[in-house]
């Protein structure tokens, strides 16, 4: 009993690490797609933030595209974020735009994630991180 | 329009010349511009508001007629310390250069802009679009704070209950 507890444990620790970083492998699977438009800011790396440390910003662009390849591409981002354990902490519905704000805060690290989504022509994609 | 997509090719290559990069503002001034260059067109707008930094003039001492010795060893002497001071600095002002070559990372669709100038511009454009985008977002939001903040019951009785007791004392 024991060790089976202590394997699941594990599988529950692996799989934890393993599903940590998606929306990571996001920016990575897409950057330099054909599709897609990838910026990495750290212009105001290292700067100090309040008690945070700024790590740079990223931002993934889906301009344009056919319908479906919005769609998929708004359904992985949602599973990313999802998975990742962010907390949902704003929505706003503003004519065609719509801005969902999401957040991921441990004792040593901050991530901010804003989706701004117009279904007909764009999907914007920031991820902001910090550091202690 | 493999001219325009050869011209795309070199500038994000960093080998465009300064005429072929206008050959590309300007085709972005025009009506013609591809569905599937609208997505260049930041780059481009951002490039166009660009202005040219005039150097100021500067304006030269008259020269004196007599010059003396000690002035001329004063001259060679301050000469001697700026070129110093100059070779001193050099380095330093390469080496943020080379530094700031990682700050920015821009790939658009699949080619990665090398030019760093370029790439910073074109970072700031485009969180500068999204920073808008939300704030015009939140703009109701906020306009709500305000109005709830303004139309606050017991602030307006405060207030009130402030101006007679101020009434009262001033007559």
Redesign the interface.
């Known amino acids: 009993m024991k060790k089976l507890f202590s394997m699941m444990l594990i599988t529950l620790a692996f799989s934890a690490a393993a599903s940590a970083q998606q929306v990571e492998k996001l920016f990575d699977k897409y950057?330099?797609?054909?599709?897609?438009?990838?910026?990495?800011?750290?212009?105001d790396?290292d700067r100090k933030a309040g008690k945070w440390i700024n790590k740079g910003?990223r931002?993934l662009?889906l301009?344009?595209a056919e319908a479906g390849l919005m769609k998929s591409f708004s359904d992985e981002v949602n599973t990313a974020i999802k998975t990742d354990g962010y907390k949902h902490t704003?929505f706003?519905?503003?004519g065609t735009?719509r801005?969902s704000s999401y957040i991921k805060e441990t004792e040593n690290r901050k991530d901010e994630l804003?989706v701004?989504q117009n279904n007909e022509t764009h999907i914007?994609f920031?991820w902001e991180s910090y550091s202690k | 329009m493999n001219g325009i997509d050869n011209l795309f090719e070199k500038y994000f290559n960093g080998l465009s010349s300064t005429e072929e990069e206008k050959i590309l503002k300007n085709y972005f001034k025009g009506a013609n511009v591809l569905?599937e260059h609208?997505?260049y067109r930041p780059l481009f707008t951002v490039f166009n508001s660009e202005k040219q930094v005039k150097a100021p003039e500067i304006l030269l001492p008259e020269k004196k007629k007599e010059n003396s010795a000690l002035t001329r060893r004063i001259i060679i002497f301050a000469t001697g310390v700026a070129a110093i001071a100059l070779l001193a600095i050099t380095p330093f002002s390469i080496i943020p250069k080379q530094v700031q070559s990682?700050?920015?990372?821009?790939?658009?669709?699949?080619k990665k802009i090398y030019n760093q100038q370029k790439a910073?511009q074109?970072?700031?454009s485009?969180?500068g679009e999204?920073k808008k985008?939300?704030e015009?977002?939140?703009?109701?939001?906020h306009d709500a704070t305000n109005i709830k903040e303004e139309l606050n019951a017991r602030k307006i009785l405060r207030e009130t209950v402030q101006k007679i007791e101020d009434i009262k004392t001033n007559q």
């Open positions: 950057m330099e797609d054909v599709r897609f438009q990838y910026i990495y800011d750290g212009s790396i910003q931002m662009t301009n344009k704003t706003v519905r503003n735009n801005v804003t701004i914007m920031i | 569905p609208e997505i990682t700050e920015y990372v821009v790939i658009v669709n699949g910073r074109y970072a700031e485009m969180f999204a985008i939300i015009d977002s939140y703009q109701p939001f």
